[in-house]
């Protein structure tokens, strides 16, 4: 065999080893996304547990990987939080986690100034209704349209709008009270 045809095998086994996914808790998360014709890179994932319950699999696709959470939510551009679920949680559950996540890192005047979105985001989980097992939330930010919400690549509810809500939102998961602590430094590709 000549050294090009072993170069180029070589070349090919590399790139097809660096376009795998990662596996996280039995999850596939891919190492890329696209949104809006702009291509995203897996930030980190990780589990969120609850208790002793692994609940999802959360995964940040942004367009240029950050380790720190305040880069992580001031990046420009199209974003993406994913979760995986791997358990049923209902329209309470869901709906209350990211409502108790907001109350946690956001200030009262950011409540207040937030208000109108926050009504969109909770009518928008209660179009979502369940999140059943196996199926995947995605959460994403189109600086041409604004927050969207789907489950399973169907949209669901209403586009909101407002790049500053959707950094509001992602303290869900990046703030100072993060949801999980190990999620967090995972989602910023941190030892956990």
Known sequence: MS?????????????????????????QVADTASLGGTDLKLNGA????????????????LAEKKTVAADAIASRGPK???????????????????????????????????????EDLKATMEAVGAAKEKSVVTIDYLPDAGLRVAIDGAPRGKVIGGEDFYRALMKIWLGEKPADRALKAAMLGQPG
């Open 3 to 27: 050294h090009m045809i072993r170069f180029t095998l070589a070349a090919m086994l590399c790139l097809a080893f660096s376009a795998r996914a990662a596996e996280v808790a039995g999850v």
């Open 46 to 61: 990780g589990v969120r547990t609850r208790a002793v319950f692994k609940v999802y699999v959360g995964a940040l696709y």
């Open 80 to 118: 993406r939080i994913a979760l995986f679920m791997l358990r049923d949680l209902s329209v309470d559950q869901l709906g209350g986690a990211l409502s108790d996540g907001l109350v946690a890192n956001l200030s009262e005047a950011e409540l207040v100034r937030f208000k109108p979105q926050i």
